[in-house]
């Protein structure tokens, strides 16, 4: 339905007033009517057409009815198609008449001016911004859906520059306009109309401190470029051109969806009229368009890897070479964090996740830094934001614990639960059960990641383990066929099985950690043999179950989507469980290609029976497994190849908004 106006009508003298294009105007012939008047006639220039809406009819004028009863809830609605060329060149007469008289006893005279006010994004979401029948004051998902998408512009585009790039109101480069999202508000109509009235850009008061808006007059200069709308700054008075009808403004997001913001963001354009000096302006139109900001998007083990990084620290050189080797075997760039930047720590996937953030126009990623804020804590801000790299962190005020390390941040691939489509996969993090002295997850973290609403996070129980992330038993490799990927989940019972195979095949003898110095190399009967031991992973078997049906649950997976890695843990409840040998599912993917902790397991046939069973499960999948020593570099330290590892990915092809939360 047009937006409608009511106007006052006089028959002492005439009225003047401004139609905007698409909008109805709604006569009051009743209130102007002289005292004995009971009918009206009402007629119109050629650019006006006029409506007279009669008990619930509507019948288009001109018509057979010459004259119209002043009843209640007639009333004369009208609207033009074409913007005016002069102020008041269209008009529209009200004739009144008494019961039997054929003279007017009255007339009131209206003079129309025919203007465009449109404010207009991309809300098509082809890229560019087009006029649209769509309704600009709402947004919806799907792949039908519609409405325009704003990009936290959190990147730095200029090397110089000492903030984020939303953390100014300055434009420094034209990059920086590149990553805003334009918003064209046409007028057209004769110019001198807008110098009586005023063209107000405003944005409400809730929305203010999530956006910036930018506006450069006529000009490309980028000095030129002034920030007119966000923070403390409400409303805009627009001054139309003589010369352009169209004035572009550039927006950019201040703040990702979190708790209290949803994401959605209105701008409004509204036409002021002043009837009077002295009287306050009235509003007389108002067009509405709303933005969605951009999620902050994580990508799955098996996305193809863009950029490989890695801790140089000290004795850890063997472990950057072999992970520079698989690098240049998937032919991907390797990025070494030197000590001066790291300060001897070398949890790389503890400290940041990354992820990406994407509009019709403009794609880039995001780096998320955790609160762990360890020797690595400057590294996100001084290495890797820069130009189209964007950067977010969320704060621990309760104080960071184990489970705020992004060790305990995964994704799943994309996955279809009894027909709730997720594709771009789920969110998976670790937390406790809900008991005394638990450690979860920061409220703003977790809140954070629940409100980018495309990755529906699911919780799982990690809480068991020492250091308590998720990446310490289940892991995603890419596969040919079914849901095209395989759920690692470590496995006692696994472990158990196959080294009661070997013993029954008279290996008992063959023992862990050969070529270890100094490390203890227990047996396989004597292994089998530890009650203790035993004991203590079958409560980590059940620990891993419970995950499992969670997973099974959330991911709509079946058994055989699932692979069990052979895999041993020491420990004891009180103090959490730890990796008995290095953790075979704390592997880095790359591709078809994949690190895996080396396990140095009992040699069988001078083969490791470990490496030999993981093969066996991982290389019919068409994966190559290269088992990377990270004995004392990593394992003893309480983490692996995977905790000392990240990898930035590429996007998934699926737009986000296509998909329906």
């Given amino acids: 339905m047009a937006q409608q106006r009511r106007v006052q009508l006089s028959t002492q003298r005439p009225t003047s007033t401004v139609c905007v294009l698409g909008t109805e105007l709604s006569l009051d012939v009743c209130g102007s009517a002289p005292k004995d008047a009971v009918a009206f006639h009402v007629q119109g220039t050629p650019g006006v057409k006029l409506y007279v809406v009669h008990e619930t009819q509507s019948v288009k004028l001109p018509s057979s009815v010459c004259r119209w009863p002043l009843a209640t809830?007639?009333?004369?609605?009208?609207?033009?198609?074409?913007?005016?060329?002069?102020?008041?060149?269209?008009?529209?007469?009200?004739?009144?008449?008494?019961?039997?008289?054929?003279?007017?006893?009255?007339?009131?005279?209206?003079?129309?001016?025919?203007?465009?006010?449109?404010?207009?994004?991309?809300?098509?979401?082809?890229?560019?911004?087009?006029?649209?029948?769509?309704?600009?004051?709402?947004?919806?998902?799907?792949?039908?859906?519609?409405?325009?998408?704003?990009?936290?512009?959190?990147?730095?585009?200029?090397?110089?520059?000492?903030?984020l790039d939303n953390q100014d109101t300055a434009i420094r480069s034209y990059a920086d306009l590149k990553d805003m999202s334009q918003m064209v508000l046409r007028t057209r109509g004769p110019r001198t109309i807008f110098a009586g009235h005023r063209l107000l850009l405003h944005v409400d008061f809730s929305d203010a401190d999530k956006v910036g808006v930018f506006y450069g007059g006529n000009s490309i200069a980028l000095e030129e470029y002034k920030h007119v709308l966000g923070?403390?700054?409400?409303?805009?008075?627009?001054?139309?051109?003589?010369?352009?009808?169209?004035?572009?403004?550039?927006?950019?997001?201040?703040?990702?969806?979190?708790?209290?913001?949803?994401?959605?963001?209105?701008?409004?354009?509204?036409?002021?009229?002043?009837?009077?000096?002295?009287?306050?302006?009235?509003?007389?139109?108002?067009?509405?368009?709303?933005?969605?900001?951009?999620?902050?998007?994580?990508?799955?083990?098996?996305?193809?890897?863009?950029?490989?990084?890695?801790?140089?620290?000290?004795?850890?050189?063997?472990?950057?070479?072999?992970?520079?080797?698989?690098?240049?075997?998937?032919?991907?760039?390797?990025?070494?964090?030197?000590?001066?930047?790291?300060?001897?720590?070398?949890?790389?996937?503890?400290?940041?996740?990354?992820g990406y953030v994407q509009a019709p126009h403009k794609t880039f990623p995001v780096v998320f830094d955790s609160p762990r804020d360890r020797g690595l804590k400057d590294f996100p801000v001084k290495s890797i934001l820069g130009p189209d790299f964007g950067y977010v962190a969320?704060?621990?005020?309760?104080?960071?614990?184990?489970?705020?390390?992004?060790?305990?941040?995964?994704?799943?691939?994309?996955?279809?639960?009894?027909?709730?489509?997720?594709?771009?996969?789920?969110?998976?993090?670790?937390?406790?059960?809900?008991?005394?002295?638990?450690?979860?997850?920061?409220?703003?973290?977790?809140?954070?990641?629940?409100?980018?609403?495309?990755?529906?996070?699911?919780?799982?129980?990690?809480?068991?383990?020492?250091?308590?992330?998720?990446?310490?038993?289940?892991?995603?490799?890419?596969?040919?066929d079914r849901k095209g990927f395989r759920l690692l989940l470590a496995s006692p019972s696994a472990c158990y099985q196959l080294l009661k195979e070997k013993q029954e095949e008279g290996f008992g003898e063959a023992v862990m950690f050969e070529g270890l110095k100094e490390v203890s190399k227990p047996t396989i009967n004597e292994i089998l043999a530890n009650d203790g031991v035993r004991k203590f992973n079958n409560y980590v078997q059940s620990c891993i179950n419970w995950n499992r049906d969670i997973l099974k649950r959330a991911l709509g997976l079946a058994e055989s989507d699932i692979l069990d890695i052979p895999q041993l843990f020491r420990g004891n409840v009180a103090t959490g469980a730890e990796a008995f040998f290095p953790d075979m599912v704390n592997m880095l993917v790359l591709g078809r290609h994949l690190g895996i902790p080396k396990p140095f397991g009992p040699l069988v046939g001078g083969q490791c029976c470990l490496e030999e069973r993981v093969r066996a499960l991982l290389e019919p999948l068409g994966l190559t497994c290269t088992f990377i020593d990270d004995y004392f570099s990593y394992h003893v330290l309480s983490g692996e190849v995977h905790c000392g590892t990240n990898v930035r990915r590429k996007p998934f092809t699926f737009k986000w908004w296509h998909m329906v939360p």
């Avoid at 919806?140 to 998408?149: N, Q, R, V, Y």
């Avoid at 390390?405 to 937390?431: A, C, D």
């Fill in 394 to 480: 969320r704060q621990a005020p309760e104080g960071a614990s184990s489970l705020d390390s992004f060790g305990n941040l995964e994704v799943s691939p994309p996955v279809t639960v009894q027909g709730k489509e997720y594709p771009l996969g789920r969110i998976l993090i670790g937390s406790s059960f809900p008991r005394f002295g638990g450690r979860r997850m920061a409220k703003a973290v977790k809140d954070f990641l629940v409100a980018q609403q495309v990755q529906a996070p699911v919780e799982l129980f990690s809480d068991w383990l020492h250091v308590g992330h998720v990446d310490e038993f289940l892991s995603f490799v890419p596969a040919p």
């Fill in 231 to 354: 923070g403390l700054k409400l409303a805009y008075t627009v001054k139309p051109s003589r010369h352009q009808e169209e004035s572009i403004f550039y927006v950019e997001g201040l703040a990702f969806p979190d708790v209290g913001f949803s994401g959605l963001v209105a701008f409004h354009v509204t036409l002021l009229e002043s009837p009077e000096k002295g009287l306050l302006e009235t509003p007389i139109f108002t067009d509405t368009v709303v933005f969605r900001v951009a999620p902050w998007i994580m990508t799955p083990n098996t996305a193809a890897p863009l950029e490989v990084f890695v801790c140089s620290v000290d004795n850890n050189e063997d472990f950057v070479a072999a992970v520079g080797a698989m690098a240049e075997k998937t032919k991907c760039p390797l990025t070494v964090c030197p000590v001066l930047e790291n300060r001897q720590d070398r949890w790389i996937q503890d400290e940041v996740e990354f």
């Fill in 73 to 163: 809830g007639t009333e004369v609605l009208l609207a033009m198609d074409a913007p005016s060329k002069d102020v008041g060149d269209e008009k529209v007469r009200i004739s009144y008449f008494r019961e039997a008289g054929g003279v007017p006893v009255g007339r009131a005279m209206l003079y129309l001016t025919c203007v465009e006010v449109s404010l207009d994004t991309d809300a098509s979401r082809s890229g560019a911004v087009s006029r649209t029948l769509l309704d600009k004051a709402t947004w919806t998902w799907g792949p039908d859906g519609h409405g325009a998408i704003l990009l936290v512009n959190c990147d730095r585009d200029d090397p110089k520059a000492e903030t």
